[in-house]
């Protein structure tokens, strides 16, 4: 199941440490990870080469201690290492940078007064101007192929509903707000809160700056990526015109309009997702994303390639790469039309391949990663230039994202941003493990860190960490989390549980109506089972923790056994009929991870929440979660901790203000949730050592 190339890659890591490890035992010992550490950390994202493959600009994330957020500036390099240095570096946000289709030009996006804006900067001269004036944020920049125009999509909103008109106000009178009424399908959104009333359109404006231009409408929204036709007279897009669409939130077609006006023309009909339009230079076929995620709860996504100058029905969809069983995204015509540049995961690492028209892949980059900096999350992109050349972020287990390029002669690292923290700290080492479940003999592969001074003779406390999803995957990347446990002196043990993405379709679909289950958590508890025959686990300091999905694991675990000595929950979802009543997923989680609705289906949805078990529950338990988290909403937290409470369970609940699903989302956050966590953790493990022969 597992990659050759995906073990070496381990190695090399492991050799490195021990590389570093031996360093340190020749001078002074380094320091450990610690929590202010986090704000120097930087990271590379967004990663675009120019069309002669001579030049990089990238976004540089930047975490500020004084504002405590994570700002994003950009700084070009070039492919062979020279001229470092930044194209936009100032307080406010710089992101989406597009090369004109010459290479003399910069689109990007900033912010502007309160708005953000759309810039161009000349690479020659090193001028910028302001092209945009815009009341809403645009996204999704496309430059024409005549480097005449920029295409992006952009919120238009509309009259609010209202079913009667409130008495006018007398001059000066302060009155309370008025009541918001709702009646969309999808009101609010996890992070951006109550949507306003409104829809997605395509716009494009000119390169030379002036009046931004609207090409689609109607009251549905439409989608980027954003692609042109080479003589830069059609645009192309996804959207869902069906008078039901709000329902159908896993439905997409294909649909072009001309730049001239006119009615959006639909070109496909088909059930499941399209996505990520993309023509061919010669202008004869358009490939995009596809995944007929109807009616199952896993499905991997696949290439798909359009004829455009053919009728635009079912005959004229060829799938492209399903063989391949794993999630294509991303897709880049070579520059002669004849193959396709896209990415994929496996076993927990990500690769860039390129696959022939008649679906023949080779793999050309493995370990695209790093600009998931919180936890080890499969991450990262690629840019391809006209000549074939590759800009790519790659970190490893020591190390966030840094900039990579692939020509003919090889793959090289272009930046090292960390170094002068990072390489001035002990961090752990990662290693993989691979078992078999207790379950059904399923293989599944996790990795473990080891901490600093770390001596197999001894035996140390471990850290169980889920991740969420449940259909996301982790690998051997660096995690500010993980590493600070740590440097805690916790051995930290993460898995790729059945249902995880990246090992293919039938793996995926093992969790189908499982989440959770005893299932998944024989996955878990099968890989403690591994990590304490290895001999330096200690079996009576057992620690679980876990956010979203894994938080939902987290809770699940405790309910079935009490070989943990503490638990940390975070964001968790504790009573399924509840939560898909009050989430903002509700539509999509019914749907793929359910039989019916939860009144069609009661003992199902029940019999999957962990609240079903808390009767069971010993494990001292701290939960954790945003307030304003409309994903796993924190009445379920609170549920939570009022039945551990009545249960008589040690508990502790911490509210995070302000802050959505994304409890980690500003350096401090983060160290908040690392830090509140161990010392829960450690408060019950010296209990347990103490209680020890």
């Given amino acids: 199941m597992f990659s050759c190339s995906a073990r070496r890659l381990l ?222 007279q059609t645009l192309l897009f996804t959207s869902n015109h069906d008078e039901d669409w709000q329902y159908q939130r896993n439905h997409r077609d294909l649909f072009r309009v001309s730049l001239i006006g006119g009615e959006a023309e639909q070109i496909s009909d088909r059930p499941g997702m399209i996505g990520s339009p993309t023509v061919s230079p010669d202008g004869g076929t358009v490939a995009v994303v596809y995944e007929d995620h109807q009616g199952r709860q896993y499905t991997e996504s696949s290439l798909a390639l359009i004829d455009y100058d053919e009728a635009f029905d079912n005959d004229n969809f060829q799938l492209l790469g399903k063989e391949l069983d794993r999630s294509m995204n991303q897709p880049v015509w070579a520059s002669n039309s004849r193959s396709l540049v896209f990415s994929y995961d496996n076993a927990g690492l990500r690769r860039i391949a390129r696959i022939d028209l008649r679906g023949r892949v080779e793999t050309l980059v493995e370990g695209v990663s790093g600009t998931s900096l919180g936890r080890p999350y499969l991450s990262g992109g690629f840019a391809m230039a006209d000549n074939g050349r590759l800009a790519y972020t790659a970190g490893t287990a020591q190390r966030p994202a840094d900039a990579h390029v692939m020509t003919r002669a090889g793959t090289r690292k272009l930046t090292d941003l960390n170094a002068n923290l990072l390489d001035h700290r002990e961090l752990a080492a990662v290693q993989e493990i691979v078992y078999e479940s207790s379950v059904d003999g399923t293989e599944i592969q996790g990795w473990y860190l080891t901490p600093p001074g770390f001596d197999p003779e001894q035996r140390y406390p471990m850290i169980l960490e889920i991740h969420g999803g449940p259909h996301l995957a982790y690998g051997p990347h660096f995690s500010a989390e993980l590493q600070r446990y740590a440097a805690a002196g916790y051995v930290v043990f993460y898995n790729n549980h059945r249902g995880s993405s990246s090992y293919g379709t039938d793996f995926g679909m093992l969790l189908e109506f499982k989440y959770s289950s005893e299932d998944d958590f024989g996955d878990h508890m099968s890989g403690v089972d591994a990590m304490i025959e290895l001999g330096f686990v200690d079996p009576e300091r057992l620690f679980v923790t876990g956010g979203s999905a894994g938080g939902i694991a987290a809770a699940y675990a405790i309910g079935l056994t009490d070989r943990f000595t503490a638990a940390a929950v975070t964001k968790p979802v504790i009573n399924w009929i509840s939560k898909t009543l009050t989430a903002d997923s509700y539509l999509g989680q019914i749907e793929h991870q359910f039989p019916g609705m939860p009144w069609d289906h009661f003992e199902h949805y029940w019999q999957r929440s962990p609240l079903s078990l808390v009767g069971n529950v010993t494990t001292p338990t701290l939960l954790m979660t945003g307030e304003n988290d409309y994903r796993t909403p924190m009445s379920e937290t609170e549920q939570f901790y009022q039945a551990l409470k009545l249960q008589r369970v040690d508990t502790v609940m911490i509210r995070v203000p302000d802050t959505s699903h994304s409890i980690a989302s500003t350096p401090s956050r983060m160290i908040a949730k690392i830090d509140n966590t161990i010392a829960w953790f450690e408060r019950y493990d010296e209990q347990a050592e103490d209680s020890q022969p």
């Fill in 11 to 232: 190695v090399c890591l492991a050799l490195l440490t021990a590389s570093s490890s031996a360093l340190a035992q020749t001078n002074e010992p380094l320091p450990t990870l610690k929590a202010e550490d986090l704000f120097g950390l930087q990271w590379v994202s967004e990663v675009q080469i120019s069309p002669s493959g001579e030049q990089i600009v990238y976004v540089r994330s930047v975490n500020d201690i004084m504002i405590d957020k994570t700002r994003q500036n950009l700084w070009t390099i070039n492919v062979d290492g020279s001229n470092h240095r930044p194209l936009f570096s100032g307080p406010e946000n710089a992101t989406q940078p597009r090369f004109s289709p010459q290479g003399d030009r910069l689109a990007y996006l900033a912010r502007s007064g309160e708005q953000t804006q759309l810039f161009v900067h000349w690479l020659d001269s090193g001028q910028t101007a302001l092209i945009s004036n815009l009341t809403e944020s645009p996204s999704d920049l496309a430059w024409s192929p005549d480097g005449q125009m920029i295409a992006f999509v952009m919120h238009v909103p509309a009259d609010k509903p209202a079913l009667v008109s409130p008495p006018a106000r007398p001059e000066g009178a302060e009155w309370a707000a008025e009541v918001r009424v709702i009646d969309a399908v999808t009101y609010r959104f996890d992070g951006s809160g109550y949507a306003e009333p409104g829809f997605d359109h395509v716009f494009v404006i000119p390169a030379q700056g002036g009046s931004a231009r609207q090409l689609t409408q109607g009251d549905f929204d439409h989608h980027g990526p954003l692609a042109w036709t080479p003589d830069s």
